[in-house]
């Protein structure tokens, strides 16, 4: 075996050498070692900044992933950089872009300023790519300087798939030069195939009914892949936007990633929409999965985290086989650009390589003046100084945006016409993050950076169809977040400190009462305590007792829907909707589209009346400001609690 090394293969760095992958040093003169880096999801995340907070962010970042980026192609003789889709949207600069400055014929949006400078060598399209609409993708797309491959966005259908008028070349055969172990080059047809689910007809349906069309990704796959195969390809990489899930195949599945990998030619598979990582103990139990060898069906798989939080990558020992390439060994890994210690706090792994902050400085500063500014008005202060006592306006807007949107997203499904319901939590409701800690937004102007004060979180949104009676129970279970009173007696203490604020949903599209004389019929974590407890009372429904039979769809977030409290009606077994939205982007979404909201709080839920007993309870001091705005609840100060707390007294 020959071994020749150059400058190029070795770094001098303030961590002493970067010496050569073990592939790299290893192979023969009839083998090479190809590298395959991947980025997915990265939600126009360039610079490490998070604009909802307004501040720097060591988790996310492009310009940060493009240092681990600078580093394997270091270590490695051949490397090929992809992107696997969800780069356009899901931050306020892809907002900023396609609600503010717009696309023109011949502008640059910044995500793909940022990823043709770091030379990306193809990319596949994810579900958010549709979320501006069909123009604004192609005006963005035209200024890539690479190959953008989606199999499965049809224009015209064919008889089957190779005889579809795709909306972009479903893939693309990358003529690429190796160098073997004795540093010969050699040529080599890589073939790149893209898929993306086929919900973006539902998720998107404004922008794409009547204009485009999905296939199933596995039906798009097992057509396509033997076509590459006969132009030639010598190894075929699947760029798939869509998730590692179920082994067994079904009819249009969101994340097919698993099914994919067993397709005849695939030979690797980078997989991405489900915002985690591979390999990882995330996967550790997913029947054709190695969650520690980082295969699929066998073959070598990724998954790069999301907004740039990690780089993925693929090893590929390729050996000569008559006059093609076979791959003699593999291996995958995600590389984090961060660390999480002991103590919560992060620590960057790497630095932003300046380049690609240069690449798109223009629009950052823009971006931070856009979230910095209006965009929308609020007819009422949003502050959520009492958002545990009585029905709130931070709460509200929340779930008025929620029903705004879950209503368009059940029209024309086999839900629409089921009344819409709204499960909203305080998720800044001081506690443990001190006196301080509230959601306070004054009447006026609304910037985009104040969503982030009415949406902490960034959750997607979810719809579950429930019943009457589990609407009730799961309204039982929020109500734990009280102890129980006794009629007459004064000052009692009010919150059950032991539970979170975030696990007190407030149900909007009904009315209720909360009786606290009642013992919870729920622990903090959602065990039944008090089989026969009622603390909800005269829960109506358009004024009438609810129909314990009755359906409903409650619109509410991925945490709640998939079983995050232990709800009853909400343990992911009730979801008819999975949105790709962040909630925090609905709810942008919805100031825009409204210019003014007013988010009153109708008081649709209060405290029972108890003959006069009192209760107190701690919140902000700046409650003071707003205590005459609150409906449905006869309150008053009660002079200072502990910690800088203020103390008020609720009469029932
Ligand atoms: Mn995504
Ligand atoms: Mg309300």
Redesign the pocket.
Known sequence: MTLRLNRRHFLAGSAGLLALHPFSLHAAANQAHLRIMETT?L?VHVFPYDYYADKPRDTIGLARTAAIIQNIRAEATNALLLDNG?FLQGNPMGDYIAYERGMKEGDMHPVIAAMNTLGFNASTL?N?EFNYGLDFLMKSLAGAAFPVVSANVVKEMGSDPTKDTTLLKPYVMLDHTVTDGAGESHPIKIGLIGFVPPQIMNWDRRHLEGKVQTRDILQAARAYVPQMKEAGADIIIALSHSGIGAADETDMMENASVPLAAVDGIDAILTG?S?LVFPSGTYADYAGVDAEAGTIHGKPATMGG?WGSHMGLIDLMLERDGGTWRIASHAAEARPISKRNEDRSVTALVDSVPAVLASVQQEHDETLAYVRRAVGKTDANLHSYFALVADDPSVQVVSNAQIWYITQMMKGTEHEGLPILSAAAPFKAGGRGGPEYYTDVPKGDVAIKNVSDLYLYPNTVRAVRVTGAQVKDWLERSAGMFNQVQPDVADQPLLNDSFPSYNFDVMDGVTYQIDLSQPSKFDPKGVLLNEGANRIVNLNFNGEPIDPNAEFIIATNNYRASGGGDFPGAKGDTIVFEGPDTNRDVIVRYIVDKGTISPRADANWRFAPLGGASVLFSTGPKAADYVDDVKGVVMEAAGDGADGFAQFRITL
């Open positions: 999801d939600h969800d994810g958010h929409h915002h999301f």
